[in-house]
C-alpha cells in the first residue's frame, strides 16, 4: 500500500472482520424446529439486512437492534417469535472467537502501529471480544461510545476526532463494504483493506486493497514477512 505518510493508526472493525461473527448459527439453534429448512438461508439473509436496517435510525442499545431485526425477520415470513429469543442470540456474542490466524498478525501488526477497534458493538461486549482477540488494542470505540452505528457516517467521524487525526493518518480494514469502507470513502478515508470473508460482493470501485488471507495484512502494510 502506498501512502505519503506513515499511517498513525490501524483501525479495524470487529464482528465479521476479526472476530468469527456465527449470528446465523446461533439464530438457526434458538429457533429450532420454528424454522423451516426450506426457508432458513432466504430468513438468515433477510435477517442480516434488518440488522443493518435496525443500525441506521436512532441510537438503541445493541440487544435491541438483535430482538427488533429478528422479530421483524419472523414476522414477514409468518414465523413465530417468542420474547427471549433475541436476547438468547444476543447473550452468545461475548463467547465468540478470531478466525484463524487473526491474533498472530494482529500481534504483529501491532510492533509497527497503534491498533484501534470501532466496533458496533456495545460497551461490555467489545470489552470481552477485544480480549477473545488476545492483542494489543491503543483505543476500542464502541457503537454506544458513539451514540450511532456504522454505517451512519458520524462513526467515521467520531473516530477521526477521538484519535485526532486527519483521513489520511488511518488505514481502516473490514470486512464488509456495506457497513464500513462505503461510509470510509465518503469520509475521504482512502487507505482501506477489504479483508474479504466471502459474505459480502467485491465493490472494487470504492479502491480499497482485497486480501482473504489476514496473514498477508501486516505484509501489506509494509512489514517483512516472518
Keep these: 500500500m502506498e501512502w505519503e505518510n506513515k499511517p498513525r493508526f490501524v483501525t479495524f472493525d470487529m464482528n465479521g472482520t476479526l472476530i468469527h461473527f456465527r449470528i446465523n448459527e446461533v439464530i438457526r439453534r434458538v429457533l429450532g ?3 423451516p429448512a426450506e426457508l432458513a438461508d432466504e430468513v438468515l439473509r433477510t435477517g442480516t439486512q434488518y440488522r443493518m436496517d435496525e443500525c441506521l435510525g436512532e441510537y438503541k442499545p445493541f440487544h435491541q437492534i438483535v430482538a427488533n431485526a429478528l422479530e421483524r425477520t419472523m414476522r414477514r415470513f409468518g414465523l413465530e417469535y417468542r420474547e427471549g429469543d433475541g436476547q438468547a442470540v444476543y447473550e452468545e456474542i461475548p463467547t465468540w472467537g478470531p478466525y484463524p490466524g487473526v491474533s498472530e ?3 504483529r501488526l501491532a510492533e509497527e502501529y497503534p491498533l484501534v477497534i470501532v466496533t458496533n458493538s456495545d460497551d461490555v461486549h467489545a470489552k470481552r471480544l477485544a480480549e477473545n482477540l488476545q492483542a494489543p488494542f491503543e483505543v ?8 450511532v452505528y456504522k454505517p451512519r457516517l458520524r462513526a467515521f467521524e467520531y473516530t477521526l476526532d477521538k484519535l485526532g487525526v486527519a483521513p489520511d493518518d488511518i488505514v481502516h480494514v473490514s470486512a464488509s463494504p456495506q457497513y464500513d469502507l462505503r461510509s470510509a470513502a465518503d469520509m475521504g478515508i482512502k487507505n482501506t483493506v ?3 470473508r466471502g459474505f459480502e460482493p467485491d465493490h472494487p ?3 480499497y486493497k482485497r486480501i482473504t488471507d489476514i496473514a498477508d495484512l501486516p505484509v501489506l502494510l ?3 514477512r516472518p
Design 222 to 224: 509494509g512489514l517483512p
Design 140 to 147: 476500542v470505540i464502541t457503537a454506544e461510545e458513539m451514540g
Design 194 to 196: 477489504y479483508m474479504d
Design 33 to 35: 424446529h420454528r424454522l
Design 105 to 107: 498478525a494482529l500481534r
Design 205 to 207: 470501485w470504492l479502491g
